[in-house]
């Protein structure tokens, strides 16, 4: 490197620095994946939510869901379930994770404010959560016919986070799964 | 629409406000357990705070992780087992520790790199700097001037 | 009304410090005297506008004006006054106007200290310091106006300031820190001034010097403030986490100290010319630096304030124009203030070098593993976090790599120096230090080798310094006696750092009235506990008797405290601190039924020794400062040896 050359280094790292930086305003550090994507859902058998039978990872196979983590005690989880209904009325196949809450309440909820889910699981003490890694509610899953996981919302799934986000990739795996 | 977004706003404020440490009152059956306890509790990031261990971190997640920790050490899981373990359910991010290997190797060689970047530096300017004394530095004065140039340099050391 | 005389003052301020980046530049370019010898009574006129604003927005926070927004959001009627005037600074808006006050304090001051100072570079520097002050009052007025009014509907009262900055830390920690990383722009307008000028010799130093050692050492106390703040009041006795709002303040901290070394080379010798410019530039630019990540969202903090990608953004412009433009300049002029001095291996300019590529390796490596998440992210690889553990497992073996030659530094000569001198100098000092450090360690139970280390590191230096002491005799000058304090601060902080790190005890527990726990040798008796009521707050007031040896040495009263406006909930830890130990009681939640609390003990060793060696560090820097040189306009032994020089 010339002596002259040598001194735009400064500059340079700068340059590449400032780029970095701009390219981190866009970026949501808070925003993270699931460390699942593109695995299979974790086995688990536990009890169905009012109702005296065991459930499986088996059970959610066979078209492309969303599986919603939700509980009582979660304030938005009272925001999203209207629109969760509107898409159950859609035909859109949702399950449900009752995440460390109480069966009862859980019950009483659903009686009250309609339920838009095809079963749900009732996960008391959030063994199933961890292993999903879910860090709070509620949290949706998008999964594909065989179980797998393709993507995860963390926080209120609204008109805008299906149209642009959560539709067009269900979507595409509905096609795939319908396609052979 | 707004009205939600309000409700969000509120909610995440709640919970993502510098929350203070919840003090738990875990026994451990051995006093090395509560040592690595201590550690890994600093070691490992709580996936939903702003930028806090599970240790300091008031928020339910983190009391979970915590939980769990205090059952895996109690059942005897290594340090390894314990980091795998969230490293497949939370990412690579919970780890404050970042492994070495792909991506994070840069990372930890860079200041390695940096040092020995850093002393060729400093060998190649002293070597430098070093001949050139005998060409341009005090040699071409005269006796006489240097002499003149040493006590003053000596004065001027004193004022320092 | 007075929230709009405030905003209008402040546009008036805007219009002052565009006048002053333009004129005196301008007249420095053109030679016209006029233009240039308006710059210092722009200067004041600056401080003087932006104090009145500043003042109408205290004003506006005393007066519990909340139909100003950012009062309705940050204060409450009940908050005690020194709080209320506090929580100026305590959020985005309010904290801005501390910069660019503490900025245009900083501008008026060299205005006023620099008469002797040759007017061509007195406009170029207070230009320079001018067009800072214009980034940063349009970023207030565009983005973060603290005048906007909740009119009409103002609340009736507001919604508290966060429990967490109610705290006496909250009143001097950003005014130090700001005064220190704000503090660095006049030694960049200084470097910007020479690479404009052309002109760089020992007076440019001897200037810049006294104005660096301030900053630098406000800086060292706010950083101090700040880690002391943390560990008293978040309850967790930590005292650094490696945040990336720490790193912020801290990486202007690293390459500010290897500018005040590279400084003294310059003054002393005119050597590393453009290199000390470049440290300059550098160091200022990580104050612009951590303004931007603190206030950007770019990283994840506990710290950082609200923040917006747009104000990001302007920041990030603003702060391409300011770096980029002097790396520019640096790249282009650099050459025209190049030194070509010699000196030998075994010198002490050699060792100044040491410190300064390990300062340098520090800063760079603080800031890649700060940025690193942000990199891997932007290249879309995932999220990964550095925390404590990889910057401890880097920095420390850095410091221990210095140490060494630190001890060499002050008592090797210029220029010229001898191995056997060395030899003869500090073979006591060396063989006392290894000595020290293994057996003062042993005063503490368990014997820990990594404390050893620390000791044997510092008596080192202690030591040598002390030889140099006793050998100087009646020659002591400001200066040395700043070095002297800054390098004994250093000495005690590695100590006080290794120290707690090591031998720490902390312990969790579930405790009834009545009951107690052994700690380090300290009994902590939980007496009882008792309901209290303060200004704003109640509190649930844990009491505490600690002996040891069956003698009392403290009575602790750690509070659980619910405050009234925002219903948050606060650890107040209780500490006994000492000399050579702190105890530290934290109080959480009652456990069961039958009275009983989770109570957080701790035993922590010398803590207090890394906050009185960053004292010792600043005080040095301050008595520095005091040396009659910097008074004198033209020396007449310098002037004259630097000509010999020269004319060699």
Known sequence: MGPRLKLFLPLILFALLAITLFRGLGLDPSEMPSALIDRPLPPFSLPALGQAVALTEADMVGQPALLNVWATWCVSCRVEHPYLKQLAEQGIPIFGINYKDDDAAAQHWLDELGNPYRF????????????????????????????????????????????????????????????? | MRLLRLLLVITLALVAGPALALIETYEFSKPELEARYQQLSEELRCPKCQNQNIADSNAPIAQDLRRLLHQQLEQGASDAEIRNYMVARYGEFVRYRPRFGGATAILWLAPVLLLIAGIAVLLLTLRSRSTRTTVSGAAGLSAQEQERLRSLLERAEQDA | MIPEIGHFALIIALCLALILALVPSWGAWRGNSVAMALAPSLAIGLLVFIGISFSCLSWAFLQDDFSVKLVASHSNSLLPPIYKFAAVWG????????????LALWTAAVALFSSQLPLLVLSRVLSVMGLIAVGFLSFTLLTSNPFARLLPGAPVDGSDLNPLLQDPGLIIHPPLLYMG??????????????????????????????????????LSLGIMLGSWWAYYELGWGGWWFWDPVENASFMPWLAGTALIHSLAATEKRGLFKSWTVLLAIFAFSLSLLGTFLVRSGVLTSVHAFATDPERGLFILVFLAVVVGGSLTLYAFRAPAVSSRVSFTWVSRESLLLCNNVVFLVATLTVLFGTLFPLIVDALGLGKVSVGPPYFNAVFVPLMALLVPFMGLGPVSRWKQDAVTRWRSELAIPAIAAVVCGFTLPLLHAPYNIWVAMAVLLSSWLVLGLARDLWQRRGRLTPGYCGMLLAHLGFATCIIGVVATSQYSVEHDLKMRPGESKVLAGYEFRFVDVAQIRGPNFVADEAYFEVMRDGVLVASMSPQKRRYLASGSVMTEAAINAGLLRDLYVAMGEPVGSDGAWAMRLHYK????????????????????????????????????????????
């Open chain 3, 181 to 218: 990383y704000v503090g660095f722009s006049v030694a960049f307008a200084f470097a910007i001034a020479a690479l404009l000028g052309g002109r760089l010799d020992a007076s440019w130093a001897r200037w810049s010097r006294p104005w660096t050692n301030i900053a630098w050492a406000f």
């Open chain 1, 120 to 180: 749900n699981i009732a996960d008391r003490e959030g063994t199933l959560g961890l292993d999903l890694g879910v860090y709070g509610a509620p949290e949706t899953y998008l999964l594909d016919a065989e179980g797998v996981v393709r993507y995860r919302h963390v926080g209120v799934v609204d008109e805008k986070v299906w149209r642009t986000i959560l539709e067009p990739l269900y979507q595409q795996l509905k096609t795939r799964s319908d396609a052979p």
């Open chain 3, 91 to 102: 959020n985005h808006e309010g904290s801005l106007m501390l910069w660019v006050l503490i």
């Open chain 3, 605 to 648: 060793p010398l803590v207090r020794w890394m906050w009185l060696g960053a004292i010792l560090m600043a005080v040095g820097a301050f008595t520095a400062v005091l040396d009659k040189r910097y008074r004198r306009q033209r020396d007449a032994v310098h002037s004259s040896s630097e000509a010999l020089l020269h004319g060699a």
